[in-house]
């Protein structure tokens, strides 16, 4: 190569990354075949071409990222363990290669979505829990192999989390692990040192296992005497058995693993958090974030405030699904997953945790019959593996925000009725999320360092663009 050679390719080179960056774009919508679907890309202009403009600025990061999942409950699990193993295969390598789910959660003992009630240890008064085994449940057969198999192809950066819906029988007070009086625990010191090695003990179990555990959340749902596997908690109640019985359970035996609270709707978050993080120093010292669930309704704004109150803890969005009647396979279930994980994570939300990761085509099994749809349902019959919108509505923001990216700022100049977010990764590049949940397209630039990528957006569509910073 001569002198003038090298100069030509030095300045295509210097060109291309000034003037002509090219931005990739992957795309869900409705009325088209488009799911998780690359498009042409598009490319940096010096002139706008949209009358309104997204501006995208990483001069300032906010929330780094943990990651988004779902849940290996003994539904998901007893829907996996009957297909064959390349369909057990290709269901994992959906959820945990390509939508690169980080986060997992577990239910400690039984929960509604199981076939039968079960707990680890069935021996009343045993509370030093010398009988406690996992032999005594279900998940030796049916949560932990789906688990072993999905951390195979996740890796070890993986956070698995573990919530209980109840303790055994015998811990609570009216003697069964269906509903709950309030409160539900026996109010006995030594029930409460039981209740809190019982959670060390489990989390001792998973690690024999090879399954570690990243985090808990102290109780599902405490404010709900659910009719299925239930534990009702006040906050105070809450950071009294954490303060004096599970946080220096934890401290003692796992130190390293994470400590959420609350773990309901978005209604109560700021109410509940703020009762614990802002009154009850004793237990707000052993807590690390706060996890929290849809079903109340968006109510973004309660998240923002527990934020802009108590910055030190994390938030986690922990348990979302779309039922019952709807089985998940309507459009508007991805469109509420998509709105409502955007809205989360533009509320500091580090991540997003659906509920079910499989379910078969009733919505089940469920031992109440409370059937729910899920991303991924299973003719048992046909071995037919549906992918439902929300599927792909989640992998349009799953995939893309990697763990450890940042949230950046973004700004909307013109008439744009649109859902978005916006993020740095590690690797430097550029993501961002929109959602057009209109009836009609709509079109607009996304500029970034003053330059403009034109694009139109069809209707019920999701798109993620992404570009090298
Ligand atoms: C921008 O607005 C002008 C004036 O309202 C309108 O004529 C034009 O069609 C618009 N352009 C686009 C791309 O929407
Ligand atoms: C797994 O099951 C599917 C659906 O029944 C079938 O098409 C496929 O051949 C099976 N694969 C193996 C290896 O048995
Ligand atoms: C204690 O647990 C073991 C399993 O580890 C079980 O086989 C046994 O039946 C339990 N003991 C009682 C008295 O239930
Ligand atoms: C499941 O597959 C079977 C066999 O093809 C079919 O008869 C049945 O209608 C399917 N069920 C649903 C709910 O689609």
Not at 122 to 137: Q, R
Not at 186 to 210: G, M, N, T
Not at 257 to 266: A, L, P
Not at 294 to 317: I, K, T
Request: charged letters at 20%; proline letters at 5%; hydrophobic letters at 35%.
């Amino acid at each position: 190569m001569n002198r003038s050679q090298i100069l030509f390719l030095t300045l295509i080179f210097f060109f291309s990354f000034s003037f002509s960056q090219v931005v990739h774009v992957v795309q869900t919508a409705k009325n088209t075949g488009d799911r998780l679907t690359p498009k042409a890309d598009i490319s940096f202009q010096t002139k706008k071409t949209s009358n309104t403009t997204i501006t995208i600025s990483d001069a300032k990061t906010y929330q780094k990222i943990y990651g988004f999942g779902g849940a290996f409950t003994e539904a998901a699990a007893v829907n996996w363990n009957q297909l064959n193993e390349t369909l057990q295969q290709q269901i994992l390598r959906e959820y945990f290669s390509n939508l690169n789910y980080r986060v997992g959660r577990v239910h400690i003992n039984s929960c509604d979505f199981c076939e039968s009630s079960y707990s680890f240890d069935n021996i009343p008064g045993d509370y030093e829990l010398t009988n406690f085994s996992l032999k005594n449940g279900h998940d030796l057969h049916t949560v932990i192999p789906m688990i072993k198999a999905a951390l195979q192809i996740a890796g070890p950066d993986f956070r698995l989390f573990g919530s209980p819906w109840s303790p055994p029988f015998w811990m609570k007070s009216n003697g069964q692990m269906d509903g709950s009086n309030r409160p539900g625990l026996i109010q006995d010191p030594s029930v409460f040192r039981a209740w809190a090695l019982y959670f060390s003990k489990w989390i001792s179990a998973y690690k024999a296992e090879d399954i570690p555990i990243w985090g808990i959340t102290i109780q599902n749902e405490p404010e709900f005497a659910a009719p299925w596997e239930a534990c009702c908690y006040t906050a105070d109640q809450e950071a009294d058995f954490l303060a004096q019985y599970l946080g220096p359970q934890m401290k003692q035996d796992h130190p390293e693993v994470k400590i959420m609270i609350y773990d309901h709707n978005k209604d109560d978050v700021y109410a509940y958090a703020s009762e614990i993080l802002g009154k009850r120093l004793d237990a707000a010292r052993y807590v690390d974030g706060v996890a929290f669930h849809w079903y109340s309704g968006p109510q973004f704004e309660n998240v923002l405030e527990v934020h802009e109150h108590y910055p030190d803890y994390f938030l986690l969005a922990t348990e979302a699904c779309v039922c019952p009647g709807d089985q998940g396979f309507l459009w508007e279930s991805g469109e509420k997953y998509g709105y409502d994980i955007l809205g989360d994570l533009n509320s500091w939300a580090v991540g997003w945790v659906d509920w079910n990761m499989c379910l078969d085509m009733q919505g089940g099994p469920n031992h109440l019959q409370g059937y729910c749809g899920s991303p991924v349902m299973i003719n048992q019959t046909s071995k037919n593996i549906f992918y439902n919108p929300s599927f792909y509505y989640m992998g349009q923001i799953s995939k893309f925000i990697l763990p450890d990216s940042l949230r950046i700022d973004y700004s909307i100049s013109g008439d744009l009725d649109i859902s978005l977010a916006t993020f740095k990764t590690p690797s430097n590049s550029i993501v961002t999320v929109v959602m057009n949940s209109n009836d009609s397209p709509v079109d607009f630039d996304i500029e970034f360092n003053g330059k403009f990528a034109y694009y139109e957006l069809p209707e019920h569509s999701i798109a993620t663009f992404y570009f090298d910073k």
